[in-house]
């Protein structure tokens, strides 16, 4: 198909059209409206439905509708607008329903701005809405990575029932770069036997519900979706690592944040100094392993978020205090500079010579 | 001698016990639902959406593909289900609190776009399932469990009337409040539920039907005092009638 130029919110909707999502329900917030815009002209194309909502609450909830329906379905939003999904995303994981829901991501707390930002890390790996529960998420560094990862949320949200979180955040959304779609195929929408279509000659009725009255039953229904968890857990980590075998240090960042550190880090290399990387991808389930190898070799970690440090909480974890780790980030729409990465990692290792 | 069957249990409901307290009409209201999704001979065609309220279960009830929504959004499910199952009835069945309430911009919204789903509206003037407290609809005057010295409209606002205020939307399509405090009216809600979903087989658009109905328990009255308390309180206050009935786009 040769490359296009392409911003990196409408590879999103592009990439969703490519796996298959022929229904979109959303509301505009930047910096994520392009993808609305996209779907609202592309899904008509391929026999699709886009509809506005009146409120991000209204879309997820719009979403969960048609997820029952059993067909691939999304919505995207950008950090306040993710905020009120949050009801909705617990609702689908109560009622185990398959959907994607993007959050690329701006400065916060509040209505903070329009800039690019990480922190709504805790918020989409940490459950956010009620109730215990995670979603996968996956958090692209690259507009090409998005066309993968796309592809892949669906599948995850498909074979284990569950929304999961494409983590985009301003810069990525709003930059251009040239990708590359395979062929658009046409698929057969998969067939899922618990959805609620009418019942039309298939016997019982299907429900579709999050609610169980009774207390032992719902702890059963909880230790099923626990049982879920842990087998995404085995299953769908995603992470990758730039020479880390012989590192003293290693940073670690994902999304945008990764791909400027990355730049340093080869800064770094030239000047003889052995620093390593670990780009998480999938941020629920945290890849833990790349840290537990590497944790009693290595004299430090760095992590770098564009955030108040809130990724940092999960590599403290991995590391279990074996090795310190330490943190540079900057807030409120801030996008750390390369040079400012080096200049922490030079720091960190107690400078270059010269 | 061959006995000859005369009435018979809709097959619209599921074998299910109701949990309703006694003298509640919800009860009632869920059988004329059940009763015409059979007689129209959709039942298999269907798929309900249950809302938040006492009604949260009548996903046990309906003998049809439902799906439980969260409290006030069933509107927005109902749009989900239906844009993309579009030949398919779709109904919500919710109470005042979840409709009135936290769910007024998704029922105005669903209406303003003319969704082709129908809405059963169980209005009983209070919060049922939480033990009585004050809904929107809940009379000026009338005590609940927030509103323990009576609604004071200088306070708490004055009731919504969701009938008329929806049916100055151009997207509905059909709008009518009934009663179910007696026998006559109650014929005429089924008739009304039946009108609603002929609307949606017509493809007209938004239909409702405002259901007047009791809350014996949270009222703190006795079943026939609480039928009572519907004719002679909320009726005046919630005027029955056809708010809306648009002749379908390509007969207007
Ligand atoms: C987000 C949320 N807020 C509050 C509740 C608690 N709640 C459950 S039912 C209900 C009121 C329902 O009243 P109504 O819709 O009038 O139905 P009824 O019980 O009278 O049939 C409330 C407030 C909830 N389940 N979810
Ligand atoms: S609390 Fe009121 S509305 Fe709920 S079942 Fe009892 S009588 Fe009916």
Redo the contacts with the bound molecule.
Sequence with gaps: MGKVLMKGNEVIAEAAVHAGCKYFFGYPITPQSELVAYMARRLPEVGGLFLQAESEVAAINMVYGAAGTGVRVMTSSSSPGFSLKQ?GISYLVGAELPALIVNVVRGGPGLGNIQPAQSDYFQVTKGGGHGDYHTPVLAPSTLQEIIDLTEAAFDIADQYRTPVILLGDGMLGQMMEPVEFKELNERDPEQKEWATTGTRGDGKPRIISSLELNADALEKRNELLQKKFALIKQNEVRYETFEIDDADYIVTAYGTAARIAMNAINQARKDGLKIGMIRPITLWPFPEQPFIETRDRVKGYLSVEMSAGQMVEDVRLAVEGRAPVSFFGRTGGVVPTQEEIYDQIIKLAGGVEV | MTMKTVFEKTTGLTDNQTHYCPGCT?GIIHRMVGEVLEEMGILEDTVGVA??????LSYEYFNCDMTQA???RAPAVATGIKRVLPDRFVFTY?????????GIAEAVHAAARGENITVIF?????????GG?M?P?TLVGQKTATTPFGRNASIQGLPIRVSEMLSTLDGTAYIERVSTHDVPNIIKTKKAIRKAFETQKQGKGFSMVEVL?S?PT?WGLDPNESLDWIKDHMVPAYPLGVYKDVPKEADR
């Design positions: 009801e | 919800h809302s938040v309220g006492c009604s949260v969260a409290h006030g919710q109470g005042d609190g979840d409709l009135a309430s936290i169980v209005n009983n003037a209070i919060y049922g399932m939480t407290q809904a609809t109905s809350c949270n």
